[in-house]
């Protein structure tokens, strides 16, 4: 046991989770903005009442419809099962139950329905959102490396792209997490430079309006052809076999998915002039000859 460890007090939400679980309407504000997930979205609730008794404690609200917005300091009255969260399969692994004790929260409430009931002036969590956004908005690429794979978010004006160089279930796991982390809860697009299997699928079509796949060993995207939304795009270049060309607003980058295709770089490399790239992106780790030169051109 740890002494001084927090634990719930007797008005808290979690003395009334029921098995099986209960419907309550709970209200309380907000202590943040909620986050938003692929599946969905969460926020943590400063709970006053239960129903029509007066309550004091913490629960964390889930949502599945996340189409309104939900702000740090809005007062909000949900309906819905209460729950306890799951605790972590091993104590290196911690589940829901670790990460919500840590923030005085022993309880989870799967919403129904949820009304806003007051909206008042929050300055600094307004202030803070729009620096925030502001960020949010600027162009450019995010690049992640782990595990051999390799993934590459390209942003424009609050919206973004993926591209990943493996389309397995830990891949799109790790993309989901990537996209919303930057607080992207859908992308415009993926593109995938490995086949796909039929029950990974699933896992990657709720994280973008379309998706691009390698199939029987031809590439996800043919010569001259090009993956597009508004400010984002990615295409086939026809005089270099494999390399790829990814726009994201004025930004425009060069990708090279595997060393085959920096090979055919290498021996089709030109004197005349050459359009400048922002930056190179390799979907591989490159030897030290290659980084040397990658750096002269």
Known sequence: ???????????????????????????????????????????????DRIEAHRAKGRTELQ????????????GVRAVGALRRPRPGLHPLL???????????????????SIEVLERPWTPLPDLRRHVAQRLQLAD?????????????????????????????????RMAQRLAAVHG??????VMLLDPVAPDVLPCWKP???????????????????????????VHRVQQRAGTLVLQAGRQRWQL????QALWSLQEQQRSGFQRPF??????FKPSAVQRRWLLKH
């Open 1 to 47: 046991m740890l002494w001084g460890a927090p634990t719930p007090s007797r008005a808290d939400p979690s003395r009334l989770i029921q098995t099986p679980p209960a419907v309550v309407a709970i209200s309380g504000r907000l202590l943040a903005d909620v986050r938003h997930f692929p599946s969905g979205c969460s926020g943590l609730l400063e709970v």
């Open 63 to 74: 949502l599945a419809d996340c189409s309104a917005p939900l702000l740090q300091g809005w």
């Open 94 to 112: 911690p589940g829901s139950a670790e990460r919500l004790a840590r923030q005085a929260s022993w309880s989870q409430l799967r919403v129904d």
């Open 140 to 172: 450019g690429l995010v690049a992640v490396e782990r595990f051999g794979r390799h993934w590459l978010l390209a942003r424009h004006r609050g919206r973004a792209a993926l591209v990943s160089t493996h389309g397995d279930g830990q891949a799109c």
């Open 184 to 189: 992207h809860p859908r992308l415009d697009w």
């Open 207 to 233: 994280l973008a309006g379309h998706v691009q796949a390698a199939q029987q060993g031809r590439p996800p995207l043919a010569a001259g052809q090009m993956l597009r939304s508004d400010g984002l795009s």
């Open 256 to 259: 090279i998915p595997r060393p």
């Open 278 to 283: 922002k930056g190179t992106w390799l979907g």
